[in-house]
T-cell receptor, first 110, second 113 residues
Framework: NAGVTQTPKFRILKIGQSMTLQCTQD?????MYWYRQDPGMGLKLIYY???????DKGEVPNGYNVSRSTTEDFPLRLELAAPSQTSVYFC?????????FGAGSRLTVL | GQQLNQSPQSMFIQEGEDVSMNCTSS?????WLWYKQEPGEGPVLLIA?????ELTSNGRLTAQFGITRKDSFLNISASIPSDVGIYFC?????????????FGKGTKLSVKP
């Protein structure tokens, strides 16, 4: 039982490049989330999904896009990377109230 | 909107000491969750509280759901080096994203052997 798997673990991007952070879960959870974590700032919600085909914006969605074509996968796309998107990104899933997190993806934009 | 305030921001303690940290809000919560994040990893759920006044233990960790439903406390007894990490409190986001959690900014714990 792998839980929530994120790839890649580390990535360096140049300004203006695009990339996709992958997230998959094997717990059949309906809810999935993307957070970013900046030092001393806790976790901020970027996008979330309550089920396949349904996505919605969180607190800080600008510069990101998501899709949810299956229950298992919830990729996060950065179209035009900016230095402000340097952060650690966490994907999470849940059945009800408590979230299970992936190990994180550390992204640096130079 | 809802906010969770954690204190202290950081703690530096000696191995064997007890630790107390708390989380407060101006809003009422019906659920309190405590997570621990170790360096380079995602947060992991430690304790979940669902009822005002509830006291729940998980090994050396004890958490309490405040009677007013606006606060929660986490205690760690006889700390050991592997307790190092950031401890987050969290509660449901009633006013925003469905199923989402609001997180505090965390208490960073350092333990000297």
């Amino acid at each position: 039982n792998a839980g929530v798997t994120q790839t890649p673990k580390f990535r360096i991007l140049k300004i203006g490049q695009s990339m996709t952070l992958q997230c998959t879960q094997d717990m059949n959870h309906n809810y999935m989330y993307w957070y970013r974590q900046d030092p001393g700032m806790g976790l901020k919600l970027i996008y979330y999904s309550v089920g396949a085909g349904i996505t919605d914006k969180g607190e800080v969605p600008n510069g990101y896009n998501v899709s949810r074509s299956t229950t298992e996968d919830f990729p996060l796309r950065l179209e035009l990377a900016a230095p402000s998107q340097t952060s650690v990104y966490f994907c999470a899933s849940s059945y009800s109230k408590d979230l299970t997190f992936g190990a994180g993806s550390r992204l640096t934009v130079l | 909107g809802q906010q969770l305030n954690q204190s202290p921001q950081s703690m530096f303690i000696q191995e064997g000491e007890d630790v107390s940290m708390n989380c407060t809000s101006s809003s009422i919560f019906n659920t309190w969750l405590w997570y621990k994040q170790e360096p380079g990893e995602g947060p992991v759920l430690l304790i979940a509280l669902y009822k005002a006044g509830e006291l729940t233990s998980n090994g050396r960790l004890t958490a309490q759901f405040g009677i007013t439903r606006k606060d929660s406390f986490l205690n760690i007894s006889a700390s050991i080096p592997s307790d190092v990490g950031i401890y987050f409190c969290a509660g449901p986001d009633y006013g925003g994203s469905q199923g989402n959690l609001i997180f505090g900014k965390g208490t960073k714990l350092s333990v000297k052997p």
